[in-house]
């Protein structure tokens, strides 16, 4: 059996790259790994030229990673009910190192991700998990256009 995995950010986009990621998954009779990786909280905001940190109280709360996995799991019920075998994952890391990893540890086939469709200057500051991604994957990534028709 195929496996299929596709990391998801639950931002609006998620709906659509669910769609994508069910219609393939239905078509190859593969599993559906479903991954979230939630960005531990920051202890420090640079700010200004010169790059200034300002430090944020501490402790930070942590991610509620009960809600995480329910939430998940909310997101699977469709897709089994379509008769899509689906697992859940979620995680605290960094978003690009743990989608790679995971795509090894679990023996994915396929990667697949949504686009927001950012611009060059929102990458400039930002970067991209999309490019990143596709940069370093051993294995096809399939990324699902979220913007227009």
Do not use: C, N, W
Not at 63 to 79: C, I, S
Not at 109 to 132: C, K
């Amino acid at each position: 059996m195929k496996t299929l995995l596709a990391a998801i950010d639950l931002s609006p986009i998620t709906s659509k790259v669910l769609d994508g990621a069910a219609s393939l998954a239905l078509a190859l009779g593969a599993k559906l790994i479903l991954l979230h990786v939630e960005e531990p909280p920051a202890a420090y905001v640079p700010v200004g030229a010169a790059m200034d940190v300002i430090t944020a109280p501490l402790p930070l709360d942590p991610p509620d990673m009960d809600a995480l996995k329910e939430g998940l799991e909310k997101l699977a019920v469709p897709l089994r009910a379509q008769g899509i075998e689906v697992e859940t994952i979620g995680v605290v890391s960094s978003p690009i190192d743990e989608i790679l990893d995971q795509s090894k540890s679990t023996g994915a086939e396929i990667l697949i991700l949504g686009s927001h469709g950012h611009g060059a200057l929102y990458h400039l500051f930002s970067g991209s998990v999309v490019t990143s991604v596709l940069q370093k994957s051993a294995i096809p990534v399939l990324i699902i256009p979220v913007h227009g028709k």
